[in-house]
């Protein structure tokens, strides 16, 4: 039961970059993904910045090879996810039950959008085809179906935690010998739901966001996708590559406190990773690297300071919230997060958080604000924390 | 993988929610739609909050307490549930505001009771429980998903107690998009005549069912889920049979030691026939049962078998509202339930008197 995971492969779309060679590129430069939104009409353009993929829906969809008709949403998962396989080169992959384990927060909604639009007219229009993604679970479906993966399929929808809870339930179905491989993560394409839908809870800032800094506003919603690669101790010896490292520790706790609001003390992400450092075996002064959730709504940096002051008090590691230069990419985050904090882990590298300024007055701790290389990181923590009371860490760990 | 089910409580379009008889009598519906029969949620929601929630918010929570009050559980260590379409409810509204009013001045309580989690976040909400909490969205094996959790966790001694569900709500949109792709029949017809004559499309259906699942060993059990199993897109008949077969291999039970197989027939021509292909080699001797016609084809009706499934090895006897021919044991001891959704994702449980 406590048999080991392994990380073998990564992958990773957003706004900074279109796979894992590009993201570290972006984080060397300090270079942000933020902008106006190009891709789609609405009222808040050039007043909400966004952080979108720099690729519209023909480029995107020739580079994954779907029809561009399709709901952009696939078009990220099947990048970021065939990137991950490719990472991986497992042998004989056919030979072994693979599973794939994905995460959305609003399923094809981009199309879905364009549907409504003639259907609210006169509910006998509208293209039907244009509904045909609308489930969470049609993203993951196709993108299976691309990559020839049949063994296992499912969608976890967890809000902003959802592909840390894909990732987690992966791991788990390795380590009940259900599968010997699963590619986890999640995807989430830009749209003008969850546009409007953030906008109305007051939580868009106008400027590009700044996580755990005291003037903070709020967050920059983006879009993208992020996949792992996990593979038994049994398929990890057969691989031909090294191994990146592996999750060691997670956990899911709830809390319990607001359907959108975090507690003021922080007790679901405090739990969160008190509940991973536990199924790691580790203690908080073993932590190297936090990859905060770090949103930058008032919010939520100051629920995941507070319980990170509770818990990591006196010893801080280094931390920096990631979604500084990505944007928030909601059910994406997890995954994209996730590849992050293995390749921290991976390659010893502490990414800046950036527009960082001023400290937060109740937090005796500020976030790492340079690009650092060689650093000696034995476990990486990554926080993922979403509406519902949904905490999720997740503990990646070198070996 | 095993786990007990120490109780269940469903809210469907039959009379299956509080202290009432099982399966006597059929509610009949005429059309093509099913709809769940609402208790009175006074008991369970307050009605300020129950005003602002959806149907599928207020049958969610509702199922779940009654199935905790029915456990004598307080508190589970972990709530789990499977819905394929999440709140539609809300979804519906969000997205007609946004065209409505163009972006400008909404209102945010549709989009926040708008996300797929928003049942199982208010039933922990509702319990203070800051336990385990997930919430799965993959169309037909929603439920199964969600099952798979639950057992894994208890296998994995992280929860002792696990609240688990599947929820679904049909709105007037999605019946209305789902019968013009073709999923319902044409003409109205009673839900008693769905398997009468043979023709194209089913009937569309919702429901919440939670089950509480434990390792302990309790004379209150209702039954032991045995094991639980998906596959996708199977080729070929044989390719079905195949799975069968080893699925009862690996949980070394011979076909003939089960006493009751409940199949999700709906009354498509085309679903119907993967079943008719199986059963007459495979399931020859065996007794059969349906239940669609009862709650509707809907994602995560496989949770209405489960009930189903439980109630008959607890009490002994075969509703004949489910009937599908002879039943030659009235009082089974081992259930499996074969359910397939739309062809590509196909399901097995098996169920056992404790």
């Known amino acids: 039961m406590s048999s080991p995971v392994y990380v073998a492969g990564v992958g990773v779309i957003t706004a900074i970059g279109n796979n894992v060679a590009e993201h570290l590129a972006a984080f060397q430069n300090y270079e942000a993904g933020m902008g106006d939104i190009t891709l789609f009409n609405t009222r808040h353009k050039g007043i909400l910045p966004v952080a979108e993929v720099k690729l519209d829906n023909e480029t995107l969809a020739a580079m994954a090879g779907i029809s561009p008709k399709l709901s952009r949403t696939k078009m990220l998962g099947l990048i970021a996810a065939r990137e991950a396989l490719n990472d991986a080169a497992i042998p004989d992959l056919s030979q072994l039950r693979t599973g794939f384990v994905s995460a959305n927060t609003v399923g094809g909604m981009d199309k879905s959008e364009d549907f409504f639009v003639d259907f609210l007219a006169d509910n006998n229009k509208g293209k039907l085809r244009n509904v045909f993604d609308h489930e969470c679970g049609s993203i993951t479906e196709i993108v299976a179906d691309e990559l020839g993966i049949t063994d296992y399929l499912t969608t976890i929808s967890t809000a902003c935690s959802s592909s840390a809870n894909a990732i987690f339930y992966g791991a788990r179905l390795i380590r009940n010998d259900i599968l010997d491989v699963v590619i986890a993560g999640g995807c989430d394409a830009l749209a003008k739901f969850t546009l409007n839908g953030f906008n109305t809870l007051m939580i868009l800032d106008k400027e590009y966001c700044r996580p755990f800094d005291d003037t903070r506003e709020g967050l920059n919603l983006g879009e993208g996708a992020g996949y792992v690669v996990m593979v038994s101790d049994k398929v990890a010896k057969t691989l031909n590559k090294p191994l990146y490292c592996t999750l060691s520790g997670y956990n899911n706790s709830n809390d319990a406190y607001h359907q959108t609001a975090s507690s003021p003390d922080g007790t679901g992400s405090y739990m969160a990773m008190q509940g991973a450092l536990n199924k790691a075996g580790l203690q908080t002064t073993d932590i190297s690297y936090i990859n905060l959730h770090g949103t930058g709504t008032p919010n939520n940096d100051s629920a995941e300071g507070t319980a990170i002051k509770r818990l990591f008090e006196p010893n801080y590691p280094p931390m920096s919230s990631t979604k500084s230069f990505t944007g928030h990419t909601l059910g994406a985050s997890g995954g994209v997060e996730a590849v992050f904090s293995v390749l921290s882990v991976k390659h010893g590298l502490i990414y800046p958080n950036l527009r960082f300024k001023t400290q937060m007055q109740e937090l005796p701790f500020k976030p790492e604000t340079e690009y650092l290389k060689y650093q000696p990181l034995k476990n990486v923590l990554s926080n993922s924390f979403g509406f519902g009371g949904n905490c999720t860490s997740l503990i990646f760990s070198a070996v | 993988m095993k786990a007990y089910i120490r109780s269940t409580a469903a809210i469907t379009a039959q009379k299956t929610f509080g202290d009432v008889p099982f399966l006597t009598e059929l509610t009949e519906y005429n059309g093509t739609r099913l709809t769940a029969i609402e208790p009175d949620y006074k008991e369970y929601v307050d009605p300020k909050m129950a005003r602002r929630m959806s149907r599928m918010v207020k049958m969610g929570i509702t199922a779940a307490l009654q199935c905790l009050q029915d456990g004598q559980i307080e508190m589970p260590d972990a709530i789990i549930t499977g819905t394929a379409l999440g709140c539609q409810e809300d979804t519906i509204a969000f997205l007609t505001r946004i065209i409505e009013l163009d972006e400008e001045m909404l209102p945010p309580t549709a989009f926040i009771q ?213 039943i030659k044991i009235s009082s089974p001891k081992k259930i499996l339930i074969y359910n397939h959704y739309q062809n590509s994702y196909h399901s097995l449980m098996l169920v056992s008197a404790c």
């Open chain 2, 114 to 326: 708008s996300t797929h989690n928003t049942v199982t976040a208010q039933i922990a909400l509702s319990l203070k429980c800051h336990g385990y909490n997930n919430t799965f969205v993959h169309k037909g094996v929603s439920f199964e998903s969600s099952l798979l959790d639950a057992m894994m966790l208890l296998n994995e001694g992280d929860a002792n107690q696990v609240l688990v569900g599947g929820t679904e709500e049909m709105t007037d949109t999605a019946f209305k998009v789902l019968t013009r792709l073709g999923l319902y029949k044409r003409w109205p017809l009673s839900n008693a005549d769905l398997y009468k004559t043979r023709s194209n499309g089913t009937i569309g259906g919702e429901g919440s069912i939670f089950f509480l699942l434990n390792h302990q060993p309790s004379p209150d059990n209702l039954a032991e889920l045995i094991a639980t199993k998906t596959f996708y897109k199977p080729k070929t008949t044989a390719d079905v049979e195949l799975n069968i077969r080893e699925f009862l291999t690996v949980n070394a039970i011979n076909i003939e030691e089960i006493d009751l197989v409940i199949t999700g027939k709906n009354g498509d021509t085309k679903n119907d026939e993967v079943y008719e292909n199986v059963i007459p080699n495979f399931f020859a001797n065996n007794s059969m049962a349906k239940y669609k016609h009862l709650c509707g084809e809907y994602p995560v009706s496989t949770s209405f078998a489960l009930w189903l499934a439980a109630n008959i090895v607890k009490r002994g006897e075969v509703p004949a509202l489910v009937a599908d021919g002879e």
